[in-house]
């Protein structure tokens, strides 16, 4: 599985109907392309700042979903009165306890590694992290995605509240930086959101 990330840097009073535009025009449009394996959108009202991420069966979906994808997002971009940025990924785990609700949120974490060590990041993630992050209340899922070739990796793990994320910032922070000392990966930003839309049906990747 794969998945491309559109992240917009919108203005904050732009969001809702940025967030509508999604759900309403992009969405179906993205969906019904060959491969797609759905769409989700985080939010952060304050900042502006959206990331619609879309997944796909395979590399090849991916790459042919490109051209008919470009004037889609650029059609948002004017919707959420921002410029974009685009990262593609390999979806190396993902978990999920149960399907988000409303309120649900997410805390990203986006790192940078040697190349050589992605293996050990997701062997790591997976083995060590992902058992100990399934206990914390409110847990609703998580994800890996790796850039191999850049030795980048962003997790991203969900709650059915913010209250709850909140509670769990000491815990995942030491459990990064456990991550860090074992894989010599360096994180580069941590960051909360809000999980407005959620239909990634992407399968098990444990």
Sequence with gaps: MYARSTTVLGQPTMIDAGIQHVRDVVMPQVRGMSGCAGISLLADRSSGRCIVTTAWESEQALRESAGPVSPIRSRAAEEFGGEVTVDEWEVAYLHRDHRAADGACARVVWSQADPAAVDRIVDHFRTSS????EGFEGFCSASLFVDRA???SCVTVTYDS???MAKASDKAMGLRAELVQETGMRVMEVAEFELTLAH???PELV
């Design 130 to 133: 992902m058992p100990r992050v």
């Design 200 to 202: 990634l049906d992407v």
């Design 162 to 164: 913010t209250e709850a």
């Design 150 to 152: 850049a030795g980048r």
